[in-house]
Each structure stands twice: as structure tokens, then as C-alpha cells.
């Protein structure tokens, strides 16, 4: 069974570094999505892409986060620099065109600032 | 409006009991209803959905029950198992406008007990 694919699984770094995040999603996939996971809370919309290009990054701290997907396949989620309150879990999902509600999680990257 | 409230936070059912939980949403242009299962250090996995022209819907010991004029609806979970420990979210899917959005709750944890 096609499966998103993330990595690192786990990360920890300091506050000011720079980390960044790898997606895969599932073969012929269009769209994907970043969403960052607080513990005890829902997903949270980060950034979505339609291939290549970006269509809602409204919630996405501009300032330090920045996400790209060059050939419209896999993507990288960068924080730099990370803050103690970007402590989270990372997911990234995604769907095909015709069913775009039909959303594939990834496993996620747990991220820890310290 | 974009909001999905979820209840309980957390849910203490005995092995065989039923789990119900319970969400509600303001947005009518919210047109697909997912509920998704989350074990710890995992991302979150598609367990069941429904649409609004449906009032409930059937996968094993899973059930969405719809109510369109209330705008709520919940999962049971019959002849609850240990195996389904896990934490769960409501979802709802924006589709409008350049972006379509999918609005999470703020998830329940269910603990069955043998």
C-alpha cells in the first residue's frame, strides 16, 4: 500500500538552529500538505501545494518557516530560526486531484526545541 | 466559523462497551466529514467519512451519525477493544473559494479497558 513518506522521524535541536523537513507523498499525488500538530491538539493547515505551486500558506509563519516543492513531487519544510514554541509534530499529507477531501497522513516529524 | 468543536477530551469505555464521540460545526459549506485515529508517535489514519446527504454510515464496528439541521455529528464505536486506544479526530472539509481546507477538532482520547 503507497504510503507518505517523512523525514527524520525525530528531531532535536536548539533554539536559533535551522531544521528542515522532507515529504513524500504518495505516487501521482498533486496536492500536498505541512501541517504542524501541537500535543493535545488537532492538525493545524501550514501550507498546501497544487504541484509546484504554492495555493494557501495563510497560516504559515512567513517570517521563519518556508516550504517548497521544486518539482511539484516531493517537498522540504524549513524552520530557521526555530523558536521553543515550534516544539511540535510535523505531518505532512496528501491527495490526488479528483478527491482532495481524501487526505494521506504521513507518520511525521516530532520536533523538540530546546 | 471555520471551527470544529470535539467532546469529550478523553473517554474511559470498559472491552465491549460502546465509545461515542461527539462534534459540531457552524460552516454549511463544510461538504465531507472524516473521522481519523491517531496512536501515539503516528500520524493520523482515515478510519471512516461521511457526506451531508447522508445521515449515517457503516464500516464494522464503526458508525457516523449525521445531523445536517443540527450541524453535529459523531462516531460510535461498538463492542469497543484495547486495540482501539488511540486518539480521536473529527474533521470537516472546507471547499470553497482558491482554497479548500480541512478544519480538524481538538481530537479525544479514548482508553478501553480490558
Known amino acids: 500500500e503507497a504510503e507518505v513518506a517523512q523525514s527524520p522521524r525525530y528531531k532535536i535541536t536548539e533554539k536559533s538552529q535551522a531544521v528542515a523537513f522532507w515529504c513524500d507523498p504518495i505516487?501521482?499525488?498533486?496536492?500536498l500538505y505541512w501541517y504542524r500538530q501541537i500535543l493535545g491538539q488537532g492538525p493545524e493547515l501550514l501550507v498546501q501545494f497544487q504541484d509546484e505551486s504554492v495555493v494557501d500558506d495563510s497560516q504559515l509563519p512567513k517570517d521563519r518557516f518556508s516550504a517548497e516543492r521544486l518539482k511539484g513531487v516531493d517537498s522540504t519544510l524549513k524552520i530557521q530560526p526555530a523558536e521553543l514554541g515550534d516544539s511540535a509534530m510535523y505531518l505532512c499529507?496528501?491527495?490526488?486531484?479528483?478527491?482532495?477531501?481524501?487526505?494521506?497522513f504521513g507518520p511525521g516529524t516530532r520536533l523538540t526545541v530546546t | 466559523q471555520q471551527q470544529v468543536k470535539q467532546s469529550p477530551q478523553s473517554l474511559i469505555v470498559q472491552k465491549g462497551g460502546i465509545s461515542i464521540i461527539n462534534c459540531a460545526y457552524e460552516?454549511?459549506?463544510?461538504?465531507?466529514f472524516p473521522w481519523y485515529q491517531q496512536f501515539p508517535g503516528k500520524g493520523p489514519a482515515l478510519l471512516i467519512a461521511?457526506?451531508?446527504?447522508?445521515s449515517e454510515k457503516k464500516e464494522g464496528r464503526f458508525t457516523i451519525s449525521f445531523n445536517k439541521s443540527a450541524k453535529q455529528f459523531s462516531l460510535h464505536i461498538m463492542d469497543s477493544q484495547p486495540g482501539d486506544s488511540a486518539t480521536y479526530f473529527c474533521?470537516?472539509?472546507?471547499?470553497?473559494?482558491?482554497?479548500?481546507?480541512?478544519?480538524f477538532g481538538t481530537g479525544t482520547l479514548l482508553a478501553v479497558q480490558p
Open positions: 460552516n454549511t459549506a463544510f461538504d465531507y
Open positions: 499529507a496528501s491527495s490526488s486531484g479528483g478527491l482532495a477531501e481524501l487526505q494521506y
Open positions: 461521511i457526506r451531508p446527504d447522508v
Open positions: 505516487s501521482g499525488h498533486a496536492t
Open positions: 474533521a470537516a472539509y472546507h471547499r470553497g473559494g482558491a482554497t479548500n481546507k480541512l478544519i
